[in-house]
């Protein structure tokens, strides 16, 4: 099975920065499609962006869209979300998924196989 490892995560102010990174280990070790999502207290788990094999092609919540930007090394297994221009209600934690034995990005969280512990966003003045 693959396992992520969420980091980068921490207390931010409004307008702030901050990057988050996922390095996956185990299962087969090919570039298997990779996605972030997030979940406020007491909200549903919402989409914020996904990525294909090779980091070619990206998708974006509309709420995050413009601010985040996802990539990946998969010489170093590892799928980063950098978010800028960063506002309360970017408060959450922060998964990375993978969606193993699938190369294409999706934005449905079922689509995933594998996820990471998660990593708490706090953004707040």
């Known amino acids: 099975q693959a396992q992520m490892v969420e980091s980068g995560g921490g207390l931010v102010q409004p307008g702030g920065s901050l990057r988050l990174s996922c390095t996956r280990s185990?299962?087969?070790?090919?570039?298997?499609?990779m996605g972030w999502f997030r979940q406020g207290s007491g909200k549903e788990r919402e989409f914020v962006a996904a990525?294909?094999?090779?980091?070619?092609?990206?998708v974006y919540g509309d709420s995050v869209k413009g601010r985040f930007t996802i990539s990946r090394d998969n010489a170093q297994n590892t799928v980063y979300l950098q978010m800028s221009s960063l506002k309360p209600e970017d408060t959450a934690i922060y998964y990375c998924?993978?969606?193993?034995?699938?190369?294409?990005?999706?934005?449905?969280?079922?689509?995933?196989?594998?996820w990471g512990q998660g990593t708490q966003v706090t953004v707040s003045s």
């Open positions: 998924a993978v969606r193993q034995y699938n190369y294409q990005p999706s934005s449905d969280a079922r689509d995933y196989t594998s």
């Open positions: 990525i294909n094999w090779s980091g070619s092609s990206t």
């Open positions: 185990g299962g087969t070790f090919k570039a298997y499609a």
